[in-house]
């Protein structure tokens, strides 16, 4: 619409024409807009800090616990104990009618026969034979037993053999007794002081110093 010749149109002013300010000094960049960069929240102190809450409060609760609890380490008494959690021990009872077979197992000569007479002469069983055991090095002594009934036994005899230990056992039911004593290394019960009278009868007969296996 072309202008009405009444209405005057203000003159444009040039660039130019305008006054020279501040902004018309401003070095010269290839930055374009404002660039911010956003403050990041300081988590590493708000981690501290937790961490070091954290061990304190821990070692609070180990220092109650050991004072709540220490004083009770320990004192575990038999009291305490479930009924027949130990095991029952036998009550060994000499026979007088247990048939025994007496087995040396040590280097010691006539052992076998010294205790047979202690065993006779006390009445700790009736002697069915004696003799060598297959091996000279046996260590250790014990008395054997095959039916569970002479367990009593073989826990009294055992016990006047200087406590060696019993076991309940088949590989001696061949031989036909309730008792089998196996003389080893450790023996140290009765019988020693017969053996050597035995030894020295022998050697001085002219028989040897060993009685002959049976």
Known sequence: MAPHHGDVEAPRQSRQTLPEDRFDRLPKSRRVGAHRIAARPHRFWFYLVAVVIG???????????????GTNVGTFTSDQAEPGAAPAQIEGVLDPEATVAILNGTETPNLQA??????????WGKIAFVEYAASRDVQISAVFYSAPEDEGAAAGLAK????VSYYQSPNYA??????VVLLGADYAGPGFDQAENITARLESSGEGSELPAE
């Open 174 to 179: 061949e031989y036909g007794v309730r008792l």
């Open 55 to 69: 061990v304190v409060v821990l070692s609070a609760a180990g220092i109650v616990a050991v004072q709540v609890f």
């Open 160 to 163: 006047e053999l200087g406590g």
């Open 114 to 123: 010294g205790l047979e007479e202690v065993i006779t002469e006390n009445a």
